[in-house]
């Protein structure tokens, strides 16, 4: 038996070759031993196919309505992006601020964030992975005018790793329309 399987993107073929060997009596009439055989290969092709679907993963939110300046805190404190704008796979959480991966993969996280008040407090997002921070993206709030802050990274994720952003302590933020303030992730592919 020989296979040969073809993958394209993510449709997968299998072909399965099957020889079948046959023998045959061949008349012999002039002699007087057993017939002799002849051999002839019949070959035949199965095909299966499948369609392998893969997950869908995307998530956007930011920290809307009510238009306010987040912290600060004397703690580092959660940040809940509860105005959800993409929950493809339901991956997201709005209540807790925590994305859960539903499947080990490559994925791109991407936070950004932004203060708009007149003061001069630093703001700041720390990125999580399992209770583990990965990344602190801050600005200095000297010049007490407008600051953003934004930035991305590709994880390797197993099925159940959560990542959440938390607000550093004595830093502020900034929630209101626009979504200057956000959380968001997409699956590359799985593994």
């Given at each position: 038996?020989?296979l040969?399987?073809?993958?394209?993107?993510?449709?997968?073929?299998l072909?399965?070759?099957?020889?079948?060997?046959?023998y045959?009596?061949?008349?012999?009439?002039?002699?007087?031993?057993?017939?002799?055989?002849?051999?002839?290969?019949?070959?035949?092709?199965?095909?299966?196919?499948?369609?392998?679907?893969?997950?869908?993963?995307?998530?956007?939110?930011?920290?809307?309505?009510?238009?306010?300046?987040?912290?600060?805190?004397?703690?580092?404190t959660?940040?809940?992006?509860?105005?959800?704008?993409?929950?493809?796979?339901?991956?997201?959480?709005?209540?807790?601020?925590?994305?859960?991966?539903?499947?080990?993969?490559?994925?791109?996280?991407?936070?950004?964030?932004?203060?708009?008040?007149?003061?001069?407090?630093?703001?700041?997002?720390?990125?999580?992975k399992?209770?583990q921070?990965?990344?602190?993206?801050?600005?200095?709030?000297?010049?007490?005018?407008?600051?953003?802050?934004s930035?991305?990274?590709?994880?390797?994720?197993?099925?159940?790793?959560?990542?959440?952003?938390?607000?550093?302590?004595?830093?502020?933020?900034w929630?209101?329309?626009?979504?200057?303030?956000?959380?968001s992730?997409?699956?590359?592919?799985?593994?």
């Amino acid at each position: 038996i020989s296979l040969l399987i073809l993958t394209k993107i993510s449709l997968c073929s299998l072909a399965v070759f099957v020889s079948t060997n046959l023998y045959f009596p061949k008349k012999d009439s002039q002699s007087k031993h057993a017939p002799i055989c002849y051999q002839t290969s019949i070959k035949t092709k199965h095909a299966l196919s499948c369609v392998t679907v893969r997950p869908k993963v995307a998530f956007s939110a930011g920290i809307g309505p009510p238009q306010r300046i987040l912290g600060p805190f004397n703690a580092e404190t959660n940040l809940i992006y509860s105005k959800v704008l993409t929950n493809i796979g339901g991956a997201y959480n709005s209540h807790t601020g925590v994305f859960t991966a539903p499947v080990r993969g490559i994925y791109y996280i991407r936070f950004t964030g932004s203060e708009y008040g007149n003061t001069s407090n630093n703001i700041g997002v720390n990125l999580y992975k399992n209770e583990q921070i990965l990344m602190h993206l801050g600005e200095n709030g000297s010049d007490g005018l407008a600051k953003h802050i934004s930035s991305g990274v590709t994880l390797e994720l197993e099925a159940g790793d959560v990542v959440y952003t938390r607000l550093p302590e004595h830093y502020v933020l900034w929630g209101g329309p626009g979504f200057r303030t956000s959380f968001s992730g997409f699956l590359i592919f799985p593994m």
